[in-house]
């Protein structure tokens, strides 16, 4: 379970992302705050992973904030009304950025994203949740093999079962860390540690073959050879 | 009307003012004039004289201010180089008088006299043509600041307001659970955002103008009414990465005038009509085709847009060598294949 806060200086704000985290069954929203004031004893006296952080805030602004709070080693998400391109650079050091009004899919994204960190950081192997139906399903990362997607379904093949959810592959690709998993093919992403063998035009990943896109052969070599 | 009578009045003045002086030119000669009435001639050649003498003028006044003038005296450091040539023009001046008057003594004053009135009728037209250009240049200026200011007003109905009051009103849409309604705000928020910031800038990624597109599809289907008469498809693929969206780089709004022509053209509500997009990136290709229907009826209205000119012109300026166009229609139906190597 990730354990997160959000600070907005507006209740509207904070409204959405508490219903968001309702809906999300790996995230636990224990606390909103509308100044950083009361948050910041909180983090030093509290389990906190996450931090959802508005920028525009009268006291101190969300950046000031987070820097901070950066000896806590806390995952930061910043959520901002208006993308302000000087902060780029410094949200990089964030795990995200969400633009509001922020959608549903793309706040599942980040939960996930943060999810995936967390759980590796524990020293467990990271994973995701997706949904399937009106189920929510936990991947586990490395027993991932390959993703296929077909129009508006994914299709996550581990060793021993099929997961299906609604997704598109970019939701995917924005969802899944990077490092662990390289693309082939329009319709197909792949772990690198299941590859078997590497053919010209195809490769096999467990006991299937799976097309290989010219253009993405150069990062796949890329990603296997660094 | 209004423009055309001060017009007619200058040009009224001018003939005044200039068959006057003939008049009084030619009462003033009509003594010698009748004594050498054969001799037209040499009538002819002392107009022509003066006219030339005028023309000649006018024409030393304006080279001297365009090539002597606008080189140096704009500077102050190399002002004096004008006021040199100045001194030396006058010179030569006076000794071409000179020469004409085989350099009698007497004639000195008076040849001084004329270098003198003619010194100073060019150096006033350099003055007085230098005034004018600052103020055709100033007036430029000014109007171009006032478009710019004004343009930067109209886009600064203050983001952060605007995008705060449509956070409450998403938030507001939720909470009444009106989830389409919520949905709409989002993707019209994201047109915005996107338009207002990401489109000012010279480049932007791949995936935000991917996305763009696909909220602005998003928003025009759902101002169509379901029916199976009507078929709206779109996909779209960035060739991203897992964990990296697509670093690729392109000119801001390039593919949007295509699609909107095609939501403008192609979309009946009494016909079968369709709309397929399909973007795709491979590599550093990326491949945009659309094909939509042409309803009968709508297929007189095209040719009055400016959209697709337009992009064809932005595209040739943004990546010149590097994108192909190509659209053809039939009765039925419109596509647009285009090409980009970013």
Partial sequence: MLHAIAIDDEPAALEVLS???????????????????????????HRVDLVFLDIQMPDLSGTDFARL????QKQIVFTTAHADYALEGFALQALDYLLKPIEFPRF??????????????????????????????????????????????????????????????????????????????????????????????????????????????????????? | MN??????????????????????????????????????GALASYLFGIVGLLVGLWLIAFLNHRLAFMRWMLRPETAPFYWIWVCVMA??????????????????????????????FVIGYGYVADYLRTRRDQLRLMQQTTEAELTALRAQVNP?????????????????????????????????????????????????ELAFIEKYVALQRVRLPESAKLRVTLRTDSGGQPGEPNPLQMAPLLLIPFVENAFQYGISLEHTSYIDINIE???????????????????????????????????????????SLQ?????????VNLRIDL
């Avoid at chain 2, 200039?18 to 008049?23: F, H, P, R, T």
Wanted: hydrophobic share 40%; proline share 4%; glycine share 6%.
């Fill in chain 1, 19 to 45: 219903r968001y985290a309702e809906k999300v069954p790996f995230l636990q929203l224990d606390q909103t705050f509308t100044s950083t004031t009361n948050a910041l004893t909180y983090l030093h006296q």
């Fill in chain 1, 69 to 72: 709070v950066a000896p806590l």
């Fill in chain 1, 108 to 226: 599942l994204q980040t939960c996930n994203r943060a999810y995936a960190q967390t759980t590796a950081r524990l020293g467990q192997s990271s994973s995701i949740f997706v949904k399937d139906g009106y189920d929510w399903v936990r991947v586990d990362l490395s027993e991932v093999l390959f993703i296929q997607s077909d129009t508006n379904l994914l299709f996550i093949q581990e060793q021993t079962r099929q997961v299906s959810t609604r997704m598109t592959i970019a939701e995917m690709l924005a969802t899944l860390p990077s490092g662990q998993f390289v693309r082939v093919h329009k319709s197909y992403i792949v772990s690198l540690r299941a590859i078997r063998k590497i053919e010209r035009h195809q490769l096999t990943v467990g006991t299937v073959t799976i097309p290989l896109a010219g253009s993405y052969r150069e990062v796949l070599e890329q990603r296997l050879l660094g």
């Fill in chain 2, 3 to 40: 423009t055309q009578l001060p017009r007619l009045v200058l040009a009224l003045t001018i003939v005044a003012l200039l068959g006057y002086w003939g008049w009084r030119l030619f009462s003033g000669m009509e003594q010698p004039l009748r004594e050498a009435l054969p001799d037209l």
């Fill in chain 2, 91 to 120: 010179w030569l001046v006076f000794e071409l008088l000179q020469l004409r008057t085989e350099a009698v003594p007497e004639f000195v004053d008076e040849n001084l006299l004329v270098t003198g009135v003619l010194l100073v």
């Fill in chain 2, 160 to 208: 952060h307001f605007l995008f705060n009051a449509l956070n409450t009103i998403y938030n507001e849409a939720q909470r009444a659970h009106n989830d389409p309604v919520a949905d709409l705000i989002g993707q019209l928020s994201g047109l915005m955002r996107y338009t207002l910031q990401e489109a000012t800038r010279p480049t932007t990624s791949v995936e935000s």
């Fill in chain 2, 281 to 323: 990136v491979e590599g550093r290709q990326l491949q945009m085709q659309i094909t939509n229907s042409r309803p009968p009826g709508l297929g007189q209205k095209h040719g009055a847009g400016t959209g697709i000119p337009n992009a064809r012109q932005r595209l040739e300026r943004a990546y010149p060598a590097w994108h």
């Fill in chain 2, 327 to 335: 659209i053809s229609h039939t009765d039925k139906s419109f596509t």
